[in-house]
């Protein structure tokens, strides 16, 4: 698929030559480091005291109380971190005028969506590659289970896959960036509270069901070393669905 | 060419185009004329496949625009009313950007990039930012990303708005050097381009077409008769009636400036040697006499206004409306 490749390779393009990408990308890294080092200190601190009350060394989980702790708050950051990423997406074609091109090009509304989604998914997978430093640098230094920080990192990576095709869906409906970056903060908050609303239905059907409907519930199983099938047809059927309906709202805008 | 039968695009309550019919020979070129908001855009995105019309077929190089839209969008090189750029890209990387996305490669894409920077004279900013380029060269960039595939039909929005004298003068003769090999459409408000470079107009206003023929024809199908500017120094308070005395004269009419009149005789006739010989006998001081000609912004103006914003004599001089 020809097509799919040049926009994939002209949506990198755009992201490197603007600041978005260095801003989003740094502050990102920038959280997870410092995010990584509360917690590292925070666990030495405990360590330190556990050694005092009991004397000799203390057995000390890094998995529990670093990277638990570390992936539980990385979702909050990517929630406010990728809508800045995907908001430009498609509101900035029609800002642009360039919409109509692309719409006018032999090249099919899923070409455009699909190379869309790629080429933002490649900028954000890019980071979170970065950000393995801060496990690499720890195995050097401690033992730790490496299972659950891959399945940590599976979970970031699917969790971030539904973020951006919430992002892009929203980028789809308006030609403001704004109005979009804010509609994918609410969606994703919405989503996020409908756990809240999960327990406090409780255990009956309808609770179980909107428990689910939150990706709250199926990152935490793979935080915390869970690989459910569940989980993940959750995260690939909702990327798969949002994209589906950026690619109905691109080519409803037709009729109009 | 292209075939448009009896299209109407309707946005709600609201009717964008009205039964347009048209059609274009291989190798014609087409010019849209009307004022904004005549439905010349919405015309050109029926066409391109872009949006489907409410009724009617289009057809383009024998495809349905709307139940063939791939073939139609492969045979069709469009020029919206704003030229679609990416300001971060580079032209060559921009130009290439498009031809990938026309399925071009390898040594293809390249030779058609060259030829094409060559032909709109784009090889001093290949490497430039599109964002630091000047609005005529991005329209010609946005011709380019059109030409690039060499395709067999070109639809261009007001090609040449925004720019200079020259570089229209040089985008005109592009157009003209296109005819012959490849049919075009081009729509323009701007009268003196559709005389310029096309072999037909097609008038459009509030949607529907008002008129259709070469230019010449149109004006002489409008012209009724032969009209002369006269200017004098001095003349005559009762100059209308003093003039009326010359064999030929059908109408004397007053213009905007007192020292000049109008007049009219019948298609064909040449009665202006009369008119100088009388001016001069009568000591009025002739200063001025020329033949005023229907331009075809004339046409345009008479086929677009409706009846009850014309002046009130159908036939005031085309000098009085500017």
């Known amino acids: ?27 990102f890294l920038l959280t997870f480091g410092f995010l990584a080092y509360l917690y590292i200190v925070f666990t030495g601190a405990q360590a330190i005291q556990l ?35 995907t908001m430009r997406l498609l509101a900035e074609e029609r800002k642009l005028r360039t919409f ?90 919405m989503c996020w509270l409908l756990a809240g609303l999960g327990s406090l239905l409780g255990d009956t059907p309808a609770g179980q069901v909107v428990s689910y409907l939150s990706f709250m519930e199926h990152y935490d199983h793979l935080v915390r070393g869970l690989i459910d099938t569940k989980d993940l047809v959750y995260y690939v059927s909702g990327t798969v669905l949002m994209l589906f309906l950026a690619h109905r709202i691109v080519d409803a805008s037709r009729w109009k | 060419m292209i075939e448009v039968c009896n299209i109407t695009k309707r946005y709600g309550h609201l009717t964008a185009i009205d039964r347009v019919t048209f059609r274009v020979e291989k190798g014609e070129v087409l010019a849209f004329l009307g004022p904004n908001g005549a439905g010349k855009t919405t015309t050109m995105r029926i066409l391109t496949s872009f949006i489907p019309a409410t009724e009617g077929t289009a057809h383009v190089a024998g495809f349905d625009c709307a139940d063939q839209p791939d073939e139609v969008k492969k045979r069709i090189g469009y020029l919206p009313e704003t030229p679609p750029v990416y300001q971060e890209l580079t032209v060559a990387e921009y130009l290439m950007f498009v031809g990938k996305l026309r399925g071009m490669t390898g040594a293809g894409l390249t030779q058609a990039l060259d030829r094409v920077m060559e032909r709109l004279s784009l090889g001093s900013v290949r490497q430039r930012l599109i964002a630091n380029l000047s609005r005529g060269y991005r329209q010609r960039v946005g011709l380019a990303q059109a030409l690039i595939h060499d395709p067999p039909v070109l639809i261009l929005d007001e090609p040449t708005v925004g720019l200079d004298p020259k570089q229209i003068i040089e985008i005109r003769e592009l157009i003209k050097s296109l005819a012959g090999s490849h049919s075009v459409i081009l729509s323009t408000h701007i009268l003196p381009e559709a005389t310029a470079v096309c072999q037909r107009v097609v008038i459009i206003n509030g949607g529907r077409i008002v008129a259709e023929d070469t230019p010449d024809q149109l004006s002489a199908r409008l012209r009724k008769s032969e009209k002369i500017s006269v200017t004098l120094k001095a003349p005559p308070a009762n100059i209308t009636e003093r003039f009326r005395d010359v064999p030929g004269v059908e109408h004397v009419l007053t213009t905007s400036d007192p020292q000049t009149v109008l007049i009219e005789c019948a298609l ?26 229907m331009t075809l912004e004339d046409v345009f103006l008479k086929l677009t206004q409706r009846e009850d914003e014309l002046p009130k004599s159908s036939e005031t001089p085309a000098g009085e409306r500017h």
């Open chain 1, 51 to 85: 050694m005092q009350m009991q004397g000799g060394t203390a057995q000390i989980n890094l998995n529990d109380l670093v990277f638990r702790n570390l992936f539980a708050s990385m979702r909050f950051v990517l929630l406010l971190i990728l809508p800045i990423l």
């Open chain 1, 100 to 189: 109509e091109f692309l719409m006018t090009a032999p090249i099919r509304v899923s070409e455009i969506i699909v190379g869309k989604f790629i080429s933002v998914y490649l900028v954000f997978l890019g980071m979170l590659l970065l950000t393995t430093l801060v496990p690499l640098t720890l195995a050097l230094f401690s033992d730790f289970d490496w299972y659950p920080v891959l399945t940590g990192y599976l979970g970031l990576t699917l969790l971030g896959g539904f973020f951006l095709a919430v992002g892009l869906f929203a980028s789809s409906i308006t030609e403001n960036q704004i109005v979009a970056a804010f509609t994918s903060f609410g969606l994703l908050l």
């Open chain 1, 1 to 27: 698929m020809p097509p799919v490749q040049a926009i994939i390779a002209k949506e990198l393009r755009s992201y490197f030559v603007s600041p978005i990408v260095y801003v989003v990308g740094g502050v």
């Open chain 2, 268 to 293: 064909g006739k040449d009665i202006r040697e009369d008119v100088a010989r009388f001016a001069v006998g009568q000591n009025w001081g002739l200063l001025e006499m020329k033949p005023v000609s």
